[in-house]
Nanobody, 118 residues
């Protein structure tokens, strides 16, 4: 059974920074793509950033230049460094991993709340 555990969310003032982490555990052969999504109240879940096993990254236009995604393959962990946060970044952030077990599937974390407010 695969489990993704997120940490690092919280309350931060506008202009501040947070670092999210998501660690995978369980039985799997490899992890292909790792990513972060977010869902604000009343809105659809959207892609924030993703990183391939080769290190290629993609970002939503709204976070380019402010957020950085990275991964530690030895720890099966993905990170999201978030700088210059603004109230529009307030959402529940979910990590997602495409993992190879007996098949290739998409797995989600439980979500962590990020609130940007003064």
């Amino acid at each position: 059974q695969v489990q993704l555990v997120e940490s690092g969310g919280g309350l931060v003032q506008p202009g501040g920074s947070l670092r999210l982490s998501c660690a995978a555990s369980g039985s799997f052969f490899s992890i292909n793509v790792m990513g972060w999504y977010r869902q604000a109240p009343g809105k659809q879940r959207e892609l924030v950033a993703r990183i391939t096993s080769g290190g290629s990254t993609n970002y939503a236009d709204s976070v380019k230049g402010r957020f950085t995604i990275s991964r530690d393959n030895a720890k099966n962990t993905v990170y999201l460094q978030m700088n210059s946060l603004n109230p529009e970044d307030t959402a529940v952030y979910y990590c997602n991993m495409e993992m190879v077990t007996s098949y290739t599937g998409s797995y989600w974390g439980q979500g962590t709340q990020v609130t940007v407010s003064s």
